[in-house]
C-alpha cells in the first residue's frame, strides 16, 4: 500500500465551489475540522481562471476583489496537509469577460462571422488551439503550481469547444493539417464536418496531454483530472470532441458528475435512481485500475443554495459504495457544507465517508462480479444517442438493460469497445448488445467466435448492421447468429401493438403466466425480419401489425400470424442467442411492462446456460451488488442498498426491509473461509453450504445499507 499514490486509493473528496466573497473572514481551521469530522481525505478549492484566489501576476489576471493581503490558500493547503487531507485546486479556463477579452480577442474562439463563442451572455470562450488554452493556461498553471504545494489540479469543464471554431489559429492549422477550409454550413453534426470534428478531437487530446505533462512536471504524485460528463451526454462530447473515451488516458483517476438533478439530460428532474452505481460501473469498465468516483453535490446544481434531497443523497452514496466508487461532494457554494445558506445536509456523508474510510484497504481494488456485461459502443451512441430521450436509440436501450439487470439482481458491468477481447468476453456468461448498430468485422469476428465456444449473447434491433465507420451492411453482421436477416422494412410499434406468442414453452417465456394468453405486449419499432428456419432455432414470437383500439367496434383483426419473428432463440455451436427484432430493451425503460422485463431477464438467464452469481428474495428496490478484489480473487465484497419507499420522487423516507435471504454460487473447488460485516445494522448470518457450492446469507432487517467481507479459499486448503 505505501507504494501507491494517494490518488490510487478510495477516495473521499469536498469541493467547495466559492463565489467570489467567500473569502473574507477564511477559516481554514474550520475547513479542516469538518472534513476530519466527516472522514474525508481531500480537498478541492478554487485556485482561478475566471476569478484569481491568489496574486496572480501572469497576463489577463483578474484577481478577486476580496483578496486583500491575505494569502488564505496558502493557509488552508498547510492546514489540510497537517490533518493528512490531500488538496486539489480548481482552475477554470473556460473564458473571460469582456474586458479581458479586448485586451487579447485573437486569443479566443470565433464563430464564422469572426465573433466571439459566447457562454452565459458575457464569458468568451476559448477553443483548443488558441493561445489562452494553450500558451496562457500552461504558464498559469506551471506558476501557480510553483507558488503552492497542492496535490493536484481539478481542470474545470475542460470541454469547452463547443461546436466549429473559426479563429485565425484553427483556420491556419486545419488547412495546414488537412488541405480544407472548415466547413461553413449550419449543422455542425452533419457528415460535412466529420474530418473537421475527428481533427478537432485530436487537439482536444494534445490539449489535455500538454496540461497533464505540466502538472506532472511537478511529480509523479500530483493528480491531473478534469471535468468530462458521462456516458449518456452525447451532444456535449459530439460538440466537443472530447468524452471520457479520452479521459482515460489522460487523468489519474476517473470521475463523472452524477448529480440528482437530471443535469444528464435536459427537461429531466431528477436523475435514475441507480445513475451512481451505473456510472462507477461505467468507468471501471473504461479503465479497472484506476479509481472511479461520483461527482455529487449536496447542494444541487440548478438550486445550488437548497439541500439535495437528503434521503436520494443517501442512497447516492451507498449506491456508489456498494460497486466500488468513491465519493466527490461537489458543494456549491460556501466554505464548507456547514457553513452556507442551507447546512440540513452538511453531515450527510459522514456515514459513508466513515464506512469508506474504515474498510479502505478492502475497497480499493473491488471490481463488479460479471455475470453478464453491457457492450459499449461509442460510435453506435454517436450515431443513435440523443440528450432527448424521446430521441434517443442508443442511451434509453442501455438504461431498459440496467433497469432489468437491477430489479432482478443480475451481476453485471459494462465492456466497451476499446477492450473486446476474446479474453474479455470469455469471463462472461452473457454479453448483452442493445442497438449495437456499428461493428467493426474483427469484433464481428471475435462475438462470433464467443458464442461458438460457449458464451451467451441478447442482440437487439440493428445491431451489427453497419460497420465502425456508420457504412450501411446488406445484412446483420451477425445474421448468422441471429438466424434472422433483414427485410429493409421496419414498424412504427409504439402504440396498440402485440407479439404473437409462438413457443409458449420455451425458457424465455418462463413466468409469464403464458398458458393463458396468446400475446403479449410490443411498443417503440419494431425490424421485419426472417429467419432462417435452422433446426437449432426457434421463434418465440412474431410481429402483430398494430390493431387500432379506436372505435371499439373496429379494434380487432383476424390475421394475427405474420412470417416477421420478434424474438428468436437458437444455439450456436456450444453457445445461445437472443435477438430481439424489436426494442425490448428500450421498453424496459420507457414503458416498464413486466412483459418486457420478463422476456429480457429470461433471455439473459437462458443464454447465460448456467446459474448466476447471486439469488435473493430480495424485492426489486434493493439493489444487490456482488463485487471482488481484483487483487485478490478470493476476496468478496456483498452489499445492498435499500430503496423502498415511497411511490414519488424524490423519496422522502425509507421503508425498511426485513428477512432477506442471499445466495451466491460459489465456483466449484471452492468454499468459505471466514466472513466479516463490514455494515449490519440489525444482525445477520453468514453460512456455506460446501456441498451445495454455495453461500447463504441472512439479513434481518435492512434500512439502508449493510455490507459483508466474505474470503474464500479452495477446498483442498481447508
Known sequence: MNSLHWYQKPLRMVQSVLREPDIRNYRADEVVRYLQTIGANCMIVNGGGVIDYFPNKTHLARINQFL????????????????????????????????????????????????????????????????????????????????YAVDGIWQNCLNFGIGPCYCQSC???????????????????????????????????????????????????????????????????????I????????????????????????????????APASTIR??????????????????????????????????????????????????????????????????????????????????????????????????????????REELDQYGTMISGVERMLTDCHIQYSFITDLDLTPE???TLKTLIMPNTTHLSDEQITIIRDYVRRGGGLVATYQTSLFDEQGARRPDFGLSDLFGASWTGMWRDTGSDCYQ??????????????????????????????????????EVICTYIPQIYNQPPEFAWTDQLETEFPTIIAREYG????????????????????????????NAVRWTAGQPLSVSTNAPESVQVALTRDAADSDSLI?????????????????????????????DAGTQLAGSDWLRCEHGGSVVCKGEQQQIDIRIDQLDEFAAVHLRLEDDHEN
Open 68 to 147: 486583500g493581503g491575505q494569502d488564505w490558500l496558502a493557509e488552508l493547503i498547510d492546514a489540510c496537509h497537517a490533518a493528512d487531507i490531500k488538496v486539489i485546486a480548481r482552475l477554470d479556463f473556460r473564458g473571460v469577460e469582456p474586458e479581458r477579452y479586448e485586451q487579447q480577442p485573437d486569443w479566443f474562439a470565433q464563430d464564422v462571422k469572426g465573433d466571439p463563442h459566447v457562454l452565459w451572455k458575457f464569458i468568451r470562450r476559448p477553443c483548443y488551439t488558441g493561445e489562452y488554452a494553450n500558451g496562457h493556461a500552461v504558464d498559469y498553471l506551471r506558476q501557480f503550481m510553483s507558488r
Open 171 to 241: 483556420r491556419t492549422l486545419y488547412r495546414q493539417e488537412t488541405g480544407h477550409e472548415i466547413p461553413e454550413t449550419d449543422d455542425y453534426t452533419s457528415p460535412v464536418f466529420a474530418e473537421y470534428r475527428a481533427w478537432k478531437a485530436g487537439h482536444a487530446d494534445r490539449h489535455m496531454q500538454r496540461m497533464r505533462s505540466t502538472v506532472k512536471n511537478f511529480g509523479e504524485d500530483k493528480a491531473y483530472c478534469a471535468e468530462i460528463f458521462g456516458m449518456f451526454h452525447v451532444g456535449n462530447a459530439v460538440q466537443t470532441g
Open 243 to 274: 468524452d471520457l473515451y479520452n479521459a482515460r488516458d489522460y487523468f489519474d483517476f476517473l470521475l463523472s458528475p452524477a448529480f440528482q438533478d437530471g443535469s444528464a439530460h435536459p427537461g429531466r428532474k431528477y436523475d435514475h435512481l441507480n
Open 282 to 387: 461505467f468507468l471501471k469498465a473504461l479503465d479497472p485500475a484506476k479509481q472511479a468516483i461520483v461527482l455529487y453535490g449536496n447542494n444541487g446544481t440548478k438550486w445550488r443554495y437548497i439541500k439535495a434531497p437528503s434521503t436520494e443523497t443517501r442512497i447516492w452514496l451507498w449506491q456508489t459504495l456498494s460497486v466500488g466508487g468513491g465519493m466527490w461532494n461537489c458543494m456549491f457554494n460556501g466554505q464548507h457544507p456547514g457553513a452556507t445558506e442551507d447546512t440540513r445536509n452538511a453531515m450527510i456523508e459522514q456515514p459513508a465517508y466513515q464506512y469508506s474510510l474504515l474498510h479502505e484497504d478492502l475497497l480499493r481494488n473491488q471490481q463488479p462480479v460479471t455475470d453478464t456485461a453491457i457492450f459499449y459502443s461509442k460510435p453506435s451512441r454517436d450515431a443513435n444517442g440523443h440528450d
Open 424 to 426: 474479455k468476453l470469455m
Open 500 to 537: 404473437l406468442v409462438r413457443q409458449p414453452g420455451h425458457p424465455v417465456l418462463a413466468d409469464m403466466d403464458i398458458d393463458h394468453t396468446r400475446v403479449i405486449m410490443n411498443e417503440d419499432r419494431t425490424l421485419l425480419v426472417r429467419y432462417s428456419g435452422q433446426s437449432d432455432q
Open 574 to 601: 456450444q453457445g445461445r442467442v437472443i435477438y430481439f427484432a424489436n426494442q425490448t430493451d428500450r421498453s424496459c425503460y420507457t414503458n416498464g411492462h413486466e412483459d418486457f422485463i420478463q422476456t429480457l431477464e
Open 638 to 666: 456483498l452489499s445492498l442498498v435499500n430503496m423502498t419507499g415511497s411511490t414519488r420522487r424524490p423519496m422522502r423516507q425509507l421503508v425498511s426491509v426485513r428477512d432477506l435471504e442471499i445466495t451466491i454460487q460459489l
